[in-house]
């Protein structure tokens, strides 16, 4: 690490750096696991996946065993650790990307993925290899299962904190400097909790997750909260709650922690469409607090470019041009009423609203913002086995006075269907939303069918025969998609 970063968390303690394998460790050329099994993509994926069945568990004890198994990889690089209701995966992209354009190797673990688990782990701005993810999840799982024999009969480490260890020690044998990281659920037991984190930023505070996190505004903020370390800088986004603020405030206090927030000016001024100004203000806030606490200044230059090269999938994402098609992971009220309010940017004729949603989402307010704005919906089922029903989708519909509506199970069929209706008429425009599982499915269907037309094409012109690459222009779909 270079002697201009100082002293803090992961300072001159990257061991062997970039690219190297210690003793016992997995070798990230081969994918293959301390005792020498090579672990392909396709049995990374499986066996993440098959650790859903044990759900989400609690506790940083489980993690914490994992790191020292690992050697204690998190200690190796410093963080951003990005916690929040809305917006964490957008301001994560783009914090390091600013980042990354000031001569600092930078990471971001990401979550949840859209199409493949890849997604989540990032250096430079790129998706890990599938060899090294692969090698990675072989890695961890080798940890975990250590762990798991020390653990009582009914305790597992789970799917989360096997993804969050495999990426620390990817991030970590990758050599990165800087990475930021995002906070899956909460953040005082959340898996990321384990970094020490030089900046803590706070997008956005709202009901979700309430079951876990608790019934009020200042409940979550709480737990959110609970990672900021004492000594360090807390970054809040623009228009965050009065209760969550107060608390934040209180919070960094008590901490002695720097407090900074975007400003209603640096909103404006974010070089940047409306849909995304919020977020990157707020990225270009915390990375300036690491910059300034790593000694380097922070350049424009850097920060625009940041600005209008970053492109966050499945945030009005513009897919199709005939008929207009777009697609966004807004799946909860917040995150519906700033799509409402990005559309008017985008879309200018009849809207056709494709949507599915989560069982333990507010479907109902949801629904209140985004079916004012739309002439026709079809309503679907997100793969996964929380989906609400299409039906209840309907009637919640028909509660709000919305009668132009059908039901259609299959995503890719409804996707299709609001489509042709589109087409038919001028100036018209689809919008696919209500879930990341739903977002993630339908740009899985885009990337295939662009494959097969590559492929087609390429046998038509008489070149290459051979498999179509999967994963599109937007990223790399190596280890599949998520079921």
């Not at 301001?91 to 990401?110: K, N, Q």
């Not at 008489?462 to 280890?479: F, S, V």
Request: charged share 25%; aromatic share 4%; with cysteine.
């Amino acid at each position: 690490m270079s002697s201009r970063h100082g002293d803090g968390p992961g300072s001159g303690r990257r061991g062997e750096g970039s690219g190297s394998v210690k003793h016992g460790a997995t070798d990230t050329s081969t994918g293959s696991s301390p005792g020498g099994q090579s672990w392909s993509g396709e049995r990374a994926e499986r066996h993440l996946r098959s650790l859903e069945l044990f759900g989400m568990r609690f506790g940083l004890d489980r993690v914490r065993r994992m790191m020292t198994a690992l050697d204690s990889p998190q200690r190796r690089f410093h963080t951003v650790h990005v916690v929040g209701t809305n917006g964490k995966t957008s301001t994560t992209r783009m914090a390091a990307a600013i980042l990354e354009r000031h001569g600092l190797r930078t990471g971001a673990y990401l979550s949840p993925h859209l199409v493949a688990y890849v997604e989540r782990v990032q250096v430079g701005e790129r998706d890990l290899s599938g060899p090294a993810f692969a090698a990675a999840v072989a890695r961890a799982a080798w940890a975990a299962e250590r762990v798991n024999r020390t653990l009582a009969a009914d305790d597992h480490v789970t799917q989360f904190e096997l993804l969050t260890a495999a990426a620390f020690w990817a991030l970590a044998e990758e050599g990165v400097e800087v990475a930021v990281v995002e906070a899956g659920l909460g953040g005082r037991y959340d898996a990321t909790a384990v970094v020490e984190s030089a900046v803590t930023v706070l997008t956005t505070v709202g009901l979700e997750h309430t079951r876990w996190l608790g019934p009020t505004v200042r409940d979550i903020a709480a737990e959110k909260l609970a990672v900021l370390r004492p000594g360090s800088t807390l970054a809040l986004g623009a228009d965050l709650h009065l209760d969550a603020l107060a608390l934040a405030r209180a919070t960094a206090a008590e901490r002695e922690a720097r407090l900074v927030q975007v400003s209603a000016e640096e909103v404006a001024a974010a070089p940047l469409a409306a849909f995304q100004r919020r977020n990157f203000a707020l990225a270009r806030v915390a990375a300036e607090a690491y910059l300034a606490g790593v000694g380097i200044a922070l350049d424009e230059g850097a920060v625009r470019s940041a600005a209008r090269e970053t492109v966050v999938r499945g945030r009005v994402q513009v897919v199709a041009q005939d008929p207009l098609t777009v697609l966004d992971g807004a799946h909860n009220p917040d995150a519906a009423r700033a799509l409402a309010e990005s559309l008017r940017e985008v879309v200018k004729g009849p809207l056709a609203l494709v949507m599915g949603v989560l069982e333990d989402k507010d479907a109902a307010s949801m629904l209140a913002t985004l079916l004012p704005l739309s002439t026709r919906a079809w309503f679907t089922a997100p793969p996964s086995s929380r989906a609400l029903s299409p039906a209840a989708l309907q009637s919640l519909a028909r509660q709000l006075g919305f009668e132009a509506a059908e039901c259609e199970p299959n995503p890719r069929r409804a996707l299709e269907l609001a489509q042709a209706w589109a087409r038919a008429r001028p100036g018209a425009a689809v919008l696919a939303t209500g879930s990341i599982y739903l977002v993630g499915d339908l740009l899985a269907e885009l990337a295939e069918r662009g494959a097969e037309r590559d492929g087609a094409a390429r046998k038509a012109a008489g070149g290459d025969r051979g498999d179509a690459t999967r994963g599109g222009a937007d990223g790399d779909a190596t280890t599949g998609r998520r079921a």
